[in-house]
């Protein structure tokens, strides 16, 4: 098992949602070895719970003094009350409340503890912790969730992965009547990996209307599995772009979600991946570290655009990733423009060449470097 960035808080409860298959589980037990550990997956526990909260109480020794994991709170949300009584009446217990979905927390209108417990994400593997793992071929075509570093057939495991999905969590939640329609719009819905996203043109390729097909995006970003990029539009002096950009979770899922064919162009595909990756991992470190940047993207209505900003109280950065192993004038034009109306902004190219450069006052980092180095890159305190 790799070790983890992610540190808990020492005396106070926290959920700690993420997607399945990213390690929440194996990391809870490697931390809290001597916490109660309660896994609502279980059909027995799960049926003796349900609607029967009072019952968590049995568990939990009445003078115990120390951590209580419930895995998978969203199966019983309503458990949650029950939780905030038996923090309010024993100031010894401690609760961590894990997620893999966010949907039935949100739309039950239940308990959330009302600050009692601090929220948290979990993400896959970053390249910080895999350290001499890393291989960034196998990270674009097979992502970084950490099952990928001991499957003998990574590709199998995310076919399963993405089914599992399917059946467990969108199917037997009654997320949807029509399991084959989503399964054919998570195929269409993966063209739009790193794109502005246009619901109406995926709704018309996957022949269903389009409050279907915003529903089922909200499906994907409550089981936090897919993400939409906000346009960054501080002080804006240009007209801007409306649509966010989307993004699954995982480069590997993305990959494996998106049919293929002859006419595919690998180039396109190694493109989509690296910007994805590079964001994937800024999303963890930010998380981890707290770093507290507000990322998103920036887009002209002329098409004018930047891939990833990183904005905060303490730090500024424009990111533009490019496959390419040669540098011209044209990949540093949409740089070049955000630091005319950003002159505050640090701006980054980060490529598929092998030198680090710096050309009209832009970092042009290769992508390896970029990846590892990219606490000391965007961190609020470092020096750049």
């Known amino acids: 098992m790799y070790k983890r960035l992610f540190s808990p808080p020492n005396n ?8 399945r298959g990213t390690g929440k589980t194996t990391w809870l037990k490697t931390c809290f070895t001597d916490a109660i550990y ?45 939780v905030h009584r038996l923090i309010e009446s024993n100031k010894n217990l401690r609760f961590v409340l894990t997620g893999s979905s966010a949907r039935k927390l949100r739309r039950s209108n239940v308990n959330l503890l009302a600050g009692r417990a601090l929220q948290y994400y979990f993400f896959p593997l970053t390249v ?12 674009l075509k097979f992502g970084m969730l950490p099952s990928i570093f001991t499957e003998d057939n990574p590709k199998h495991y995310l076919q399963a ?8 969590e969108v199917q037997q939640e009654g997320l949807t009547r029509n399991i084959g329609a989503f399964s054919r719009f998570l195929e269409i819905a993966s063209f739009s990996q790193g794109e502005s996203l246009n619901i109406t043109d995926v709704a018309r390729e996957a022949h269903i209307n389009r409050k279907v097909a915003e529903n089922y995006f909200s499906i994907l970003e409550d089981l936090l ?9 501080k002080r804006a002096k240009r007209k801007m772009t409306q649509h966010r950009k989307f993004y699954f979770f995982d480069t590997g899922i993305y990959y494996h979600l998106r049919p293929k064919g002859v006419l595919d162009s690998p180039e396109e595909l190694e493109g989509v991946c690296l910007e994805s990756l590079v964001l994937q991992e800024i999303r963890a470190l930010n998380a981890y570290h707290d770093w507290g940047y507000t990322l998103s993207f920036w887009r ?9 900003v ?43 060449g092998q030198d680090v450069l710096e050309i009209d006052g832009i970092r042009v980092i290769p992508v390896v470097t970029f990846l590892q180095g990219m606490a000391q890159y965007l961190a609020p305190t470092s020096p750049h």
């Not at 599995?225 to 539009?233: E, G, Q």
Request: one cysteine or more; proline letters at 5%.
């Open 310 to 352: 990183c904005y905060g109280d303490e730090g500024f950065y424009a990111i533009e990733v490019k496959r390419n192993r040669t540098i011209s004038n044209k990949h540093l034009s949409g740089l070049k423009s955000f630091r005319e109306d950003y002159p505050q902004a640090t701006p980054y190219l980060v490529y598929g």
């Open 128 to 139: 910080a912790e895999v350290g001499k793992d890393f291989d960034l071929l196998n990270a």
């Open 225 to 233: 599995i897919a993400y939409r990029l906000p346009v960054f539009t």
């Open 300 to 308: 002209t209505a002329t098409g004018i655009e930047v891939d990833i």
């Open 161 to 168: 992965y993405i089914q599992t999905y399917l059946e467990q």
């Open 12 to 19: 106070k409860s926290f959920f700690l949602f993420g997607p």
């Open 38 to 82: 309660l896994d609502f997956l279980r059909p027995e526990l799960f049926q003796r719970l349900l609607g029967s909260e009072n019952r968590l109480e049995e568990y939990i020794p009445a003078d115990y003094a120390g951590w209580v994991i419930l895995d998978e709170i969203q199966k019983i949300p309503n458990l949650l009350d029950e």
